[in-house]
T-cell receptor, first 116, second 111 residues
Framework: KAGVTQTPRYLIKTRGQQVTLSCSPI?????VSWYQQTPGQGLQFLFE???????NKGNFPGRFSGRQFSNSRSEMNVSTLELGDSALYLC???????????????FGEGSWLTVV | AQSVTQPDIHITVSEGASLELRCNYS??????LFWYVQSPGQGLQLLLK??????LVQGIKGFEAEFKRSQSSFNLRKPSVHWSDAAEYFC?????????FGAGTRLTVKP
């Protein structure tokens, strides 16, 4: 069974630009979560989608958005990029409707975003 | 909301020595507990998880963890560390449809 797939793996953007990251969950998984990982802040939850609906959202500005498609694939978008958005963005998928209450989440390898 | 503390930012052990990584959580009930490992430049890989039942949980790569309710702890152990275990280890707590990660413990293995 293929794991969680994230694309692109590495990208460099300029301040003010916008970026879209893609995530394909494990087959059969309907929940997709996004995390930002930085050396200073560690792993921070961005948002979680289940059946195309955003169910949870972390404490990030509105420049960070996401969506989920009917095939459970998900994208996250960051607009008006800032230098502080440089991070590893991790996608995770899980079965079921309550991923943190009985189901395990599985992570992709992440997308490295550098903002210059 | 739940919280997780990993008191040790960095631990160095010799190859072949035993290892214990500490994790303490704060939550009103028994949460779901996880340990993940992250190698440089990679995503997080699940080592083991505790949902209920036996408080000693076996995981992959020879790791185990023990849930101690009285101490609100979920420490990760390995009897003999291999050089390939050098990585960052994250404890995580899941509850109330939310997931919180500790700050991580970076493990260095000396030859």
């Amino acid at each position: 069974k293929a794991g969680v797939t994230q694309t692109p793996r590495y990208l460099i953007k300029t301040r003010g630009q916008q970026v879209t990251l893609s995530c394909s969950p494990i087959s059969g998984h309907r929940s997709v979560s996004w995390y930002q990982q930085t050396p200073g802040q560690g792993l921070q939850f961005l948002f979680e989608y289940f059946s195309e609906t955003q169910r949870n959202k972390g404490n990030f500005p509105g420049r960070f958005s996401g969506r989920q498609f009917s095939n459970s694939r998900s994208e996250m978008n960051v607009s008006t990029l800032e230098l502080g958005d440089s991070a590893l963005y991790l996608c995770a998928s899980s079965q079921g409707q309550a991923p943190y209450s009985g189901n395990t989440i599985y992570f992709g390898e992440g997308s490295w975003l550098t903002v210059v | 909301a739940q919280s997780v503390t990993q008191p040790d930012i960095h631990i160095t052990v010799s190859e072949g020595a035993s290892l214990e990584l500490r994790c303490n959580y704060s939550y009103g009930a028994t949460p779901y507990l996880f340990w993940y490992v992250q190698s440089p430049g990679q995503g997080l890989q699940l080592l083991l998880k505790y949902f209920s039942g036996d408080t000693l949980v076996q995981g992959i790569k020879g790791f185990e963890a023990e849930f101690k309710r009285s101490q609100s702890s979920f420490n990760l152990r390995k009897p003999s560390v291999h050089w390939s275990d050098a990585a960052e280890y994250f404890c995580a707590v899941g509850a109330d449809n939310d997931m919180r990660f500790g700050a991580g413990t970076r493990l260095t293995v000396k030859p």
